[in-house]
């Protein structure tokens, strides 16, 4: 028996009463399952109150307070964006004699959707858009607060279980996953620098395509890499009667966005998958009014370098072509900018590690838990964290959110039930925060267990 199980009092003395082979499966369960009460009242407290990314200082505070009660040494305001403003980043470190580093990554940050849950502790909270200016809800419709709550958890758990590991934890708060800039931010305020350098680093994400209680990982390529492009088309404004007299910036965006759709069609190569889609079009003012511009906001999803130069260059050619078919002025032809700083890189499941989280995932909840799943083309910049050329090794994971028999039934009837970015998108917090936490404590105690 553990020492965790000797600190445990009522909860310790129930977790005798499990049958054997529960015990030996994991015997930090029954700290686990003392602390699910509170750790779910966290997941509602993060629900309810979430902040966008670049403003997640609520969420912040909460992992601070909680990692420095369950005596991680805590820095706070960790990250540095490019034009200068602090991250709300949070670094939680428990060092634990000579070992190996690991860094465990949650992410913070909610999104612009109005909630549509209609559960007791859905968000009410609207905020002005940063990027168009106009009022909307935020929503934790990432479930980002599932993987700040079960960071806790896992650091309370790791805590509790000092005697079973050595080396270093490195737990990581990162605020803008849904940017994709948070983790380069932490990097470029000297993470690694200040706080060492990772020998691997862990993380999980919510799903709705598994349910709670399960998890799958995917050994080697596990999720697209991104970058996000904007794109002002320019015309030439005038009367809605007489558009002889200008050029239309209205019809050019929508022969553009028409146009774009053959760069993953018709130059991609079909082998490599690659998306290209306008999430947000605005042009215009009243019906009767020519615009002089119309904007455009693009996510880019793709697997290598080579299909990021096709789809980049593709934009910028199909933009000059544009405007030379309107006959516009050079001085009014499209400006096509790539954000930078709003793309991440693949993310690679470095295929030893990935094997052996597997195999710790299968040890924990149950081969039958756990799956092998294919590459996605959502992204994460969790992989900046691996730093150029995967030089240190990831394992991500995905983590089933769903009620088992919702699942079924919605698949019965030919459909999925709402995901990530959906305002419906509501998973279970009871067992999907309890196999998170169980499952990456025991991943954790496998990768720095004493040999
Ligand atoms: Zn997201
Ligand atoms: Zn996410």
């Known amino acids: 028996m553990s020492r965790s199980h000797l600190l445990l009092g009522t909860a310790g003395a129930l977790a005798l009463l499990l049958p054997a082979a529960a015990r030996a499966a994991s015997?930090?369960?029954?700290?686990?399952?003392?602390?699910?009460?509170?750790?779910?009242?966290?997941?509602?407290?993060?629900?309810?109150?979430?902040?966008?990314?670049?403003?997640?200082?609520?969420?912040?505070?909460?992992?601070?307070?909680?990692?420095?009660?369950?005596?991680?040494e805590v820095t706070e305001h960790v990250g540095v964006y490019p034009d200068g403003s602090r991250a709300f980043g949070v670094v939680g470190l428990l060092k634990n004699g000579p070992g190996p580093t690991l860094l465990i990554r949650a992410d913070m940050d909610a999104l612009?959707?109005?909630?549509?849950?209609?559960?007791?502790?859905?968000?009410?909270?609207?905020?002005?858009?940063?990027?168009?200016?106009?009022?909307?809800?935020?929503m934790h419709a990432c479930?980002?607060?599932?993987?700040?709550?079960?960071?806790?958890?896992?650091?309370?758990?790791?805590?509790?279980?000092?005697?079973?590991?050595?080396?270093?934890?490195?737990?990581?708060?990162?605020?803008?996953?849904?940017?994709?800039?948070?983790?380069?931010?932490m990097l470029a305020d000297h993470l690694y620098e200040r706080f060492g350098r990772p020998d691997m680093i862990i993380g999980l994400h919510d799903t709705n395509g598994l349910a709670a209680g399960t998890t799958a990982i995917a050994i080697g390529p596990a999720q697209a890499g991104t970058t996000s492009v904007d794109i002002t088309i320019r015309g030439i404004g005038g009367h809605g009667a007489m558009p002889e007299m200008g050029r239309d910036p209205i019809v050019l965006a929508a022969q553009y966005v028409t146009q774009i759709q053959t760069i993953v069609s018709r130059e991609q190569d079909p082998l490599d998958p690659a998306v290209i889609?306008?999430?947000?079009?605005?042009?215009?003012?009243?019906?009767?009014?020519?615009?002089?511009?119309?904007?455009?906001?693009?996510?880019?999803?793709?697997?290598?370098?080579?299909?990021?130069?096709?789809?980049?260059?593709?934009?910028?050619?199909?933009?000059?072509?544009l405007a030379l078919s309107a006959g516009l002025p050079p001085e009014r032809a499209p400006i096509v900018t790539v954000n930078e700083a709003e793309s991440a890189p693949p993310?690679?499941?470095?295929?030893?590690?990935?094997?052996?989280?597997?195999?710790?995932?299968?040890?924990?909840?149950?081969?039958?838990?756990?799956f092998t799943s294919e590459k996605v083309m959502p992204s994460e910049d969790v992989g900046v964290f691996g730093l150029e050329g995967h030089q240190i090794p990831l394992a991500y994971y995905s983590l089933g959110a769903m009620d088992a028999e919702a699942l079924a039934r919605a698949r019965t009837a030919g459909h999925e039930l709402?995901?990530?970015h959906n305002s419906h998108f509501a998973p279970v917090p009871e067992l999907t925060v309890a196999t998170g936490v169980k499952s990456m404590t025991d991943v954790a105690l496998t990768l720095l267990g004493k040999p």
């Open 347 to 370: 993310t690679y499941n470095d295929p030893k590690l990935a094997t052996r989280v597997r195999a710790a995932l299968a040890t924990s909840l149950g081969a039958d838990k756990v």
């Open 277 to 321: 889609t306008v999430g947000s079009i605005h042009g215009g003012s009243k019906r009767n009014i020519i615009p002089d511009e119309v904007k455009l906001q693009l996510t880019t999803r793709y697997f290598s370098d080579h299909s990021r130069q096709v789809i980049l260059s593709g934009l910028r050619n199909m933009a000059a072509g």
């Open 27 to 72: 015997p930090t369960s029954a700290l686990q399952q003392q602390q699910l009460p509170n750790l779910v009242e966290i997941y509602k407290t993060l629900h309810a109150h979430p902040g966008l990314s670049h403003h997640e200082e609520g969420a912040a505070a909460i992992v601070a307070e909680e990692l420095r009660k369950a005596g991680y």
């Open 143 to 185: 479930g980002h607060d599932i993987h700040t709550t079960v960071l806790i958890g896992v650091a309370r758990s790791l805590a509790a279980a000092k005697a079973r590991w050595h080396g270093t934890l490195m737990l990581v708060g990162q605020p803008s996953e849904e940017t994709v800039d948070g983790a380069r931010a």
């Open 418 to 420: 709402p995901g990530p």
């Open 112 to 138: 612009p959707i109005v909630e549509e849950t209609g559960l007791p502790y859905a968000s009410r909270v609207m905020t002005k858009s940063p990027t168009t200016g106009l009022e909307v809800g935020v």
